[in-house]
């Protein structure tokens, strides 16, 4: 049950960032920005099937 935990904070988190990027990236069009984005994203998505894999 820890780890479980552990994993959807890292989710939150992950989460949480990527909304602070999509403000970011309405002013700044640079790639950089757009990178990170996509890389968080991924993050998100395997911290997700982590999670879903645990819970079954």
């Known amino acids: 049950m820890k780890e479980?935990?552990?994993l959807i904070k890292k989710h939150?988190?992950?989460e949480l960032s990527i909304k602070h990027f999509t403000k970011?990236?309405?002013n700044d069009?640079?790639?950089s920005s757009?990178?990170?984005l996509r890389k968080l994203k991924k993050e998100k998505l395997?911290?997700?099937e982590l999670?879903?894999?645990f819970k079954k």
Do not use: C, H, Q
């Open 46 to 48: 395997k911290l997700k």
């Open 4 to 6: 479980l935990k552990e």
């Open 34 to 36: 757009w990178e990170k």
């Open 51 to 53: 999670v879903s894999k």
């Open 12 to 14: 939150k988190k992950i």
């Open 24 to 26: 970011l990236r309405m």
């Open 29 to 31: 069009r640079a790639f």
